[in-house]
T-cell receptor, first 113, second 115 residues
Framework: GNSVTQMEGPVTLSEEAFLTINCTYT??????LFWYVQYPGEGLQLLLK???ADDKGSNKGFEATYRKETTSFHLEKGSVQVSDSAVYFCALSYMDSNYQLIWGAGTKLIIKP | SQTIHQWPATLVQPVGSPLSLECTVE??????LYWYRQAAGRGLQLLFYSVGIGQISSEVPQNLSASRPQDRQFILSSKKLLLSDSGFYLCAWSVQGSGAYNEQFFGPGTRLTVL
């Protein structure tokens, strides 16, 4: 079946460090892929998305490229800030799941000043 | 623009008491609606989703139920709360028929503590 696997957290980095949060998926065909962010005590917000292979989603300095050959959608940012501390969720949407979002477990990111 | 509201923001209830959480969406018609639960430090668990008034699909058997009495209103209920019902409850909506572009928009959540 369809599934999403994220790297376990927490991930702790210093301010201005380079960030990578790994996400791989299992699905046949061409799912849409998403990254959501959840700041402490809040609901989730869409961070970026990609709907076909080789698409790059980007927002707020974050980027992720849809890699079908490696079934991956890794989240990257060149220089993180303390305000990026949050939980990041990778998700996919695919017709076999009736287009429901299939969620990864989330990765908690802690940025230290 | 579309907005989604949830209330209450926080709730502390004794075991065995009833529950009613409400979610409303403004600025859109005929949305898909979702209830999720997030246990402390855990990922998201889809509880219910609805594609229209009175149409509810349950993902996980439990002592919770959901109803959609109006197009943009989604209610999560329980007759008797359990300790394990504690968590952060999130309501979300998406555009009907958006297919694979099923971006979901989340409310601010309700923090439920069952004592």
């Amino acid at each position: 079946g369809n599934s999403v696997t994220q790297m376990e957290g927490p991930v702790t980095l210093s301010e201005e460090a380079f960030l990578t949060i790994n996400c791989t998926y299992t699905a046949t065909g061409y799912p849409s892929l998403f990254w959501y962010v959840q700041y402490p005590g809040e609901g989730l917000q869409l961070l970026l998305k990609a709907t076909k292979a080789d698409d790059k989603g980007s927002n707020k300095g974050f980027e992720a490229t849809y890699r079908k050959e490696t079934t991956s959608f890794h989240l990257e940012k060149g220089s993180v800030q303390v305000s990026d501390s949050a939980v990041y969720f990778c998700a996919l949407s695919y017709m076999d799941s009736n287009y429901q979002l299939i969620w990864g477990a989330g990765t908690k990111l802690i940025i230290k000043p | 623009s579309q907005t989604i509201h949830q209330w209450p923001a926080t709730l502390v209830q004794p075991v065995g008491s009833p529950l009613s959480l409400e979610c409303t969406v403004e600025g859109t018609s005929n949305p898909n609606l979702y209830w999720y639960r997030q246990a402390a430090g855990r990922g998201l668990q889809l509880l219910f989703y609805s594609v229209g008034i009175g149409q509810i699909s349950s993902e996980v058997p439990q002592n919770l139920s959901a109803s959609r009495p109006q197009d943009r209103q989604f209610i999560l209920s329980s007759k008797k709360l359990l300790l394990s019902d504690s968590g952060f409850y999130l309501c979300a909506w998406s555009v009907q028929g958006s297919g694979a572009y099923n971006e979901q928009f989340f409310g601010p959540g309700t923090r439920l503590t069952v004592l």
